[in-house]
């Protein structure tokens, strides 16, 4: 065991000491969460950004002059781009190890970081003189986008009834706010002016650095992390030996970092399964990164942007309809309902397109099954591993499950570039989520026990064995 720093250690204990002392205003709450929502709001537009813009970037970078999805210029130019993006994802390994770091250093100043981090990302990308470093600012994105420090944050401040209510009216108001991209590629992009796409990035590069650095200011650290991190550092050192070989002699380990997050995910039979199905969820969510393609290939760019504008307000809905379910019905039953929203939703947003229904109904399909598909993997990504891991490692293992299950995603993407050389991109979306996600709903009903109204304080090792 590492002899601890006492002089650091003391000043450190101090420090928490006093702002667990301070009375928070009446108002701190709604600081918070108006704080932490506009950072929800940077994250998703981070998030839905690349997807959406892809089918531009492609034509600006391959030189693609009839702008048109359906012909071999542009399905070389996905095949090319799509792999390598693919690929990029390896170095998201890295994500749990920097997201450990805030079970040792708090959640605030890692709240900055992230939030800043996506501005930069999204900068590279606008600012991008070849795919390659097109490339580069997206792996960035997608480094900082899946660490969700917002959703831990909120967790860890509201009250345990309503903590899936919070998280999904914050998520849903951001998804709605999602619309702002094609509010902003109406304003900046021009079809004469093949460059124009990269304008619609400028507004949320600014709100992402602003809002980064503002939270720094606005926000306390929070409440769980404080009052577990106090308990820690007011152990002695022969408690803390005395710990660590409990621990030790029940095979698991409640100190953070993600070595010891993979051996808890593993050993714990709640969060194995939580993985399980999650990683067989996550091949389902291949198609939000090709919708874009769909649209362009079934309507004007015009009705393209229409649909655009209107699917996050049907995306929010779903989002926030879902928090309220959760903490109403539970974890497992609101994520079998949003399952068959999910899979109804991708039927008849291919079937708009095929038939020519329009840009809203396209729209509207499309918006509620992302809403249904997301709301299900942030239950399964963020919120259950939440509710069944102890507080002193909850950071890391949110941070290591999430990179775990999202490599499933690898499923789903490489049968999907494979196939589109052979099969009409919109018929791939439905051969391949409805077997993926049937079975991932079983294993969830099946073998994991729920969450709701658990008490994050009291959460060990032993709470779901």
Known sequence: MKKPDKQREAAELSRLQKLAGMKKPAA????????????????????????????YALF????????????SEYKTALSTVAPLSVASNFLLIITPFYKALSDKYGRKLFLMINTVGMGLGMLVVMTAPNVAVYIIGMLLMMFFTPNDMQVLYIMETAPKEKRATYCFVAKGIALVSVSLIGVLARIFMDSNVPSSWRMVYTVPVVMAVVIGLLSFLLLRETPVFVEERIKLLSMTEEERIAKEEREKKAGQSEKGGVFNAIKFIFKNRQLRFIFI??????????????????????MTTEMVTTALFIYPFF?????ILSGFLSDRL??????LLLGGITLVGVLVFVLACRLDWGPIAAGIAYGCSIGGLWSVSDTLILTMPAESSPSTMRSSVMGTITVM??????????????????????????VLCVPFMLLSLIILMAKVKETK????DEITVDTYK
């Open 28 to 55: 701190f709450m709604l600081i918070t969460m108006v704080v932490l929502t506009i950072v929800y709001i940077v994250d998703e537009i981070t998030s839905n950004m690349n997807s959406t813009m892809q089918p």
């Open 60 to 71: 600006d970078f391959f030189n693609i002059t009839s702008r048109d999805v359906n012909t």
């Open 277 to 298: 199905a999650g990683f067989i969820f996550y091949a389902t969510t291949f198609y939000t990164s090709y919708y874009s393609s769909v649209l362009e290939g079934a």
């Open 315 to 319: 995306n929010g809905l779903v989002t």
């Open 330 to 335: 539970g974890r497992k039953k609101v994520c």
């Open 405 to 430: 299950i999202g490599s499933g995603m690898f499923i789903g993407q490489f049968t999907f570039i494979f196939l589109q050389n052979f099969f009409p991109m919109d018929i791939l979306f439905l």
């Open 453 to 456: 109204d658990v008490n994050l």
